[in-house]
């Protein structure tokens, strides 16, 4: 054991990645590096570990240790299991996130590291810790093949009972493959199957397996003659798909927090608090229990609780799970006290980190050297803003042309150039902002809409957005925008400028008179972040922290408070400019005329505090699958996602926080299409942490994705879609999609799809009377880089030979 422990400890300090190790009766463990192929095979009568260090942060690599339970395995083997991770989390110090999987209910962050698929084979205690061996063909098996991001594989009865119309279904016969999709499965299932079968043929066969497909059986005579050979003639119909169970989002929302202590050999469950919930409730000696509506159950270990209440935390959330009469197969996630995974801090209403800060505002000591440590802190804020700009898009995205129009009788009313960046709280407005990269033209739409704006005016904004974005062939961006909640790109495209009057409007035909005294506050250092506000004109509403604009018949006061910066003073000179075109007098904070208190109704009291800067609210980007087709709001995480987890048929949405992103696959379901912005409130209306409604929600269309989209993506290729720009219509040419043209003295056959092997490197593209397309020149190539005339949907398209139905054998 010692040898297995230093051994273990060895892989995981030296390389950062997953390792796999099983549990047997005859075994602790056995350290298995997962094969390169990223497929995973499990076996039902055994439980495994599995140690993943990918994350990197600012103390470290994140250790998450997962253990595996096979609904095949023994009450002692499970209990063995537990046992084993608490000393496996002991030798690595505590810190490992623990995370118990139950077989067919494993969280996304377990199927992530797995992107091929997981296997779920059928056999005894020894079998599970057998290398996969290449070259092996005296196999029989059929799989069940289920999921669209994270796919898994169980070992089924031989049998056409085990079929049926909605999922996609492999018979693997040692060197032939054969992929049957059922009639009503989707475009992501069967490439997730091929997917799978792709894994199978070159890790575990060595290449030297053939891939046949069938989408249609009348189509696909030769290949349903070797699945009839093997399984017998099919008796009946096929029945119909059985249904994911997966939770919805308003059973995810029902968050409770719980202290769960031992009492005289008693377990004692006391419940805290529910939604929303914030950080203080947990308490550092403590060990608290938060249930997410029996879907998954957190453990979180204070750092201050006792060594036996650490080690027990597990054994806790069993019996905490027995104690509810939840589901047996319910995830378990056990979190550090400061070590805290993001899908846990998201079920809280506000989570800060210790000793972090941000803001507009500076940092304040007392200390000697506090000027040194407070111009150090002013150069870091500097470089962090222009960081976040670089992510978000803000710098990169160059200015072509922007137009502004105000919904005036419910209709698109232009407006005056030179009060482009005022918006009034009685209107609602559209903007199209015009931007260039990559050498295409792109457009955002934003829908702002005034808090005091009637019911119709923000109906008809949202009817007029989508006539416009279709006038631009439905490549624009569209971005909801409520008053006080702009986001920060929308500031930036006004540089500054951006004045919000809280009601009114800035129709010509308006007859109510402007009040004579006004007051805004002016946030922002640069023209980036820069917003103005119009407040009550009263003197509680000024704030030592900023700079406020009092507006009169005679003059217009620039009021300074004595925590503002420099850079905020001139932002707010810049829109003193805007706001009043009389004299301007700049006023500090102790040193106003008598006039000043008198406009504002007298002297009274006001927020005088340093603002110090408040601390970090940092949450990770998620992005999820989302649907809500069958009447129940279904969201599904893609964990560790990338731009390849963008597929064509979803709606996609990704949450950073601050914002909402909709993205809409080309060939996605028109429902879900339709009812994207409503999945978007759904799930904001839903969050266990409370989430703001008035959240900026924006909607990105595949092929036309804002930098402000892209940022979130690591490696993100502009070119993968092959989309190309457009114009407003009227003045375009007439788009239409690339057509697949067969390629000379090519002949396709049916959909009887069959991928010939003979050798490891060629395999046959297309039939044709020529031969065949090299290996090398198909797999794992881009649309541009496949030869002339070959369809990527296409490419495992084969010919059957007669001696490969010889080589099937025959079922007895």
Known sequence: RKKSSSSLLGLLNRWPGSWIAGLSRSAWFHCVNPPSATTLTLTSSLCRFCLSKNKKTSNGFITDLHYWIGKDSTQDEQGAAAFYVTQMDDMLGGSPV???????????????????????????????????????????????????????????????????????????????LIQWNGPDCNIAEKSRGLALARSIRDDERGGRAQIGIIDNEKDSPDLMQIMKTVLGERRGALGAATPDE??????????????????????????????????????????????QGGFKIYVWRGKDSSKEEKRAAFSRAVGFIQAKGYSATTNVEVVNDGAESAMFKQLFKRWTEKEETQGLGKVYTTSKIGEIIKNDADKLERVQRRAIRIIK????????????????????????????????????????????????????????QGRHASVDEITACAFNAVELDKKYGNEPVQVRVTMGREPQHFLAIFKGSLIIYEGGTSRTQNNEPEPVVRLFQVRGTDEINTKTIEVPARASSLNSNDVFLLTTNQVCYLWCGKGCSGDEREMAKIVANIVSKRDKQTVLEGQEPVEFWAALGGKAPYASDKRFQEPTVRYQP???????????????????????????????LLDTWEEIFLWIGKTSNTYERNEAISSAKDYLKTHPAGRDLATPIIMVKQGYEPLTFTGWFSAWDPYKWNSKPASP????????????????????????????????????????????????????????????????????????????????????
């Open 98 to 176: 623990q995370h118990r999987e139950v077989e067919g209910h494993e969280s996304e962050a377990f199927k992530s590291y797995f992107k091929s698929g997981i296997i779920y084979k059928k056999g005894g205690v020894a079998s599970g810790f057998k290398h996969v061996e290449t070259n092996m063909y005296n196999i029989r098996r059929l799989l069940h093949v289920k999921g669209k991001k994270h796919v898994s594989a169980t070992e089924v009865e031989l049998s056409w009972d085990s079929f049926n119309k909605g999922d996609v279904f492999l018979l693997d016969l040692g060197k032939v």
């Open 246 to 291: 997966k939770a919805d989002e308003l059973q995810k929302a029902n968050v409770r927090l719980y202290h769960v202590y031992e009492k005289d050999d008693n377990l004692v469950v006391q419940e805290i608090a529910t939604r929303p919930l914030t950080q203080d409730l947990l308490q550092h000696e403590d060990c608290h229990i938060l249930d």
């Open 393 to 448: 898009g803000l710098d990169n995205m160059p200015y072509i042309s922007m137009q502004v129009w105000r919904i005036e009788d419910l209709h698109m009313q232009p407006v005056d150039p030179r009060t482009y960046g005022q918006f009034y709280g009685g209107d609602c407005y559209l903007v199209l902002y015009t931007y260039l990269t990559s050498g295409r033209t792109h457009y955002i739409i934003y829908m702002w």
């Open 622 to 652: 998620r992005l999820f699958e989302c649907s809500n087709q069958t009447g129940r709001f279904i969201m599904t995480e893609v964990v560790g996602f990338c731009q390849d987890d963008l597929d064509e048929d979803d709606v996609m």
């Open 729 to 812: 219509a009227g003045s375009r040419t007439e788009r239409t999609s690339p057509a697949y043209k067969p390629h000379p003295k090519s002949n396709v056959n049916s959909t009887s799809n069959y991928q010939n092997n003979n050798a490891p490197s060629v395999v046959s593209a297309v039939t044709n009377g020529n031969g065949a397309y090299p290996r090398e020149v198909l797999i794992n190539k881009t649309v541009d880089e496949l030869p002339e005339g070959v369809d990527p949907a296409k490419k495992e398209v084969r010919e059957l030979s007669k001696h490969w139905v010889d080589a099937v054998p025959v079922a007895h």
